[in-house]
């Protein structure tokens, strides 16, 4: 089977090939970097990790551009409340973005692209766009007038036939309900940041952002634009307007879309108490591997239910795949090769790749390498399950592992919470691999009593030590 994904524009799914060669030229909205990232972000950021992860799995290479949106309203606004110039304000957040995308194992993009190193571009569309039309000027600022784009409204499917032109918006922040001319270039304001452009001191607007560094970046058709569904409209929709009226042609082939998170059954709000980033859910103690897990294994067109039992549920769900793994590599195994487990193995990796073929369906991936193992599980126990079947089963939890990436533990030396609160209690992993050594040491020597303290002393910070006749493995707990 082909690989299909659902396409927004159009509402089938689709076929996908990129346009040209083997390179897929792909652009997602990036953060607002005006505060850390909360986890209903990280469900697009994680959506979109598997979708590079699997484009890259069927052999295209990437040419994916990511923006970061370092200068709007809020930024603006929480930068002079702490007398803060933008660029000091969005530097602590941009690199918490990242060190939080790291601890959530997302792969980064070939290119990440600040928005106020691109205002050149921006400003040279909004000219083009003048040029041709499509603009007018009110106060100082530019607007795009949307009923001289009368294909407007084709991503999100709203008839916009009734609209008034000359309402205007000239925020960062939209009503998603009412389409109205939106602002391209904002007049310069006392005390704001500001830029030199030839209709005016001032400053870009949020979406013609996105639409000129795509275009700087990745041509003036892109094979896929993917973000999550609140930007459907009117930021994918404006975005449309603007790149089109400049360059006549498609801006993107492919539109992707992953849902909303919820959270306990409930939207995910400050008032309702229920808000949280990634840093708050790495304080309670949960792994990131389980939050990444989570995020990844609801198919992304589906509503998300993020829930507490749900992360307990991924972690042991993690552990049993560590398990099984453990198992498979170093049990004592009867010689020789089962065929019949052989296939078994391509079957599985079968199945997981017709699944995530079909639009990312992660859950029915998910479930092909769920069958496996209870299956292995059981060969394993029969005695079925030879000395050369290591390398099938291997081979399927490699294939799984490199779009869910979540078998091998986080160093928790390594996260960005520990590292902020310099929490000392947490064992990095060399420090354990120090101890376990020790122990050995202590053991070789007939020192019982001090190998003994060291086992207690790293159970007591949650290190479960296995002696095997290969040596000493070790996990976290
Ligand atoms: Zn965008």
Redesign the pocket.
């Known amino acids: 089977m082909a690989l299909r994904f659902y396409n927004t524009l159009t509402q089938e799914l689709e076929v996908f090939q990129p346009l040209q060669d083997n390179v897929v030229r792909m652009y997602t909205?990036g953060p607002t970097v005006y505060n850390f990232v909360h986890i209903g972000n990280f469900r697009t950021f994680t959506f979109q990790d598997i979708l590079r992860r699997w484009l890259r799995y069927r052999g295209y290479t990437l040419d994916h551009v990511m923006?970061v949106t370092d200068v709007d309203d809020k930024i603006i606004a929480n930068a002079a409340r702490q007398g803060k110039s933008i660029e000091q304000y969005t530097a602590a957040y941009t690199k918490a973005f990242f060190e939080d995308a790291s601890a959530l194992r997302l792969q980064q993009p070939e290119n990440i692209t600040p928005a106020t190193k691109h205002i050149p571009e921006m400003v040279n569309a909004i000219e083009r766009l003048s040029d041709k039309g499509f603009t007018y000027t009110n106060d100082g600022s530019t607007y795009f007038r949307i009923t001289s784009f009368p294909d407007y409204g084709k991503l999100s499917h709203n008839d916009f036939g009734g609209i008034r032109s000359g309402a205007r918006v000239d925020l960062d922040e939209y009503d998603k309900a009412d389409a109205r001319d939106f602002v391209l270039w904002k007049a310069r304001k006392n005390g704001e940041p500001y830029w030199e452009a030839p209709f005016g001191e001032g400053r870009p607007g949020?979406?013609i952002?996105?639409s000129a560094m795509a275009m700087s970046y990745l041509g003036e058709t892109l094979d896929i634009h993917a973000?999550g569904v609140d930007?459907i409209f009117p930021?994918?929709e404006n975005?449309i307007a603007q790149s089109e009226a400049i360059t006549g042609k498609p801006f993107a082939r492919f539109w992707l879309h992953s849902e909303h998170l919820q959270i306990e059954s409930q939207k995910m709000s400050k008032s309702l108490g229920n808000f949280y980033t990634l840093r708050d859910l790495l304080e309670m103690g949960y792994q990131p591997e389980a939050i990444r897990y989570l995020l990844a294994s609801v198919p992304y067109r589906r509503k998300l239910n993020f829930t507490f039992e749900g992360l307990k549920a991924a972690a042991k769900t993690i552990e049993r795949l560590r398990d099984f793994e453990l198992r498979v590599t170093s049990t004592k195994l009867p010689a020789g090769k089962n065929e019949a487990i052989t296939e078994r193995s391509a079957d599985a990796i079968r199945a997981f790749e017709a699944g995530l073929d079909d639009d990312l369906n992660t859950a029915e991936g998910l479930a092909a390498i769920f069958d496996y193992v209870r299956a292995m599980n059981t060969a394993l126990d029969e005695g079925t399950f030879q000395e050369e079947n290591r390398w099938d089963a291997a081979r399927v939890l490699e294939v799984f592992d490199s779009i869910f990436d979540v078998l091998k533990p986080t160093d928790p030396a390594k996260l960005p919470v520990v590292q902020a609160s310099g929490n000392a209690d947490v064992l990095s992993d060399a420090e354990i691999e120090n101890y376990i050594e020790e122990r050995t040491q202590a053991k070789k020597s007939r020192n019982f009593p001090r190998a003994d303290e060291i086992r207690g002393l790293l159970v007591e910070k949650g290190i479960v030590l296995e002696d095997t006749k290969e040596g000493v493995r070790w996990k976290r707990k």
Do not use: P, R, T, V
Request: aromatic fraction near 10%.
């Open positions: 909205c923006n949020w979406h952002e996105c973000g930007l930021h994918h975005e």
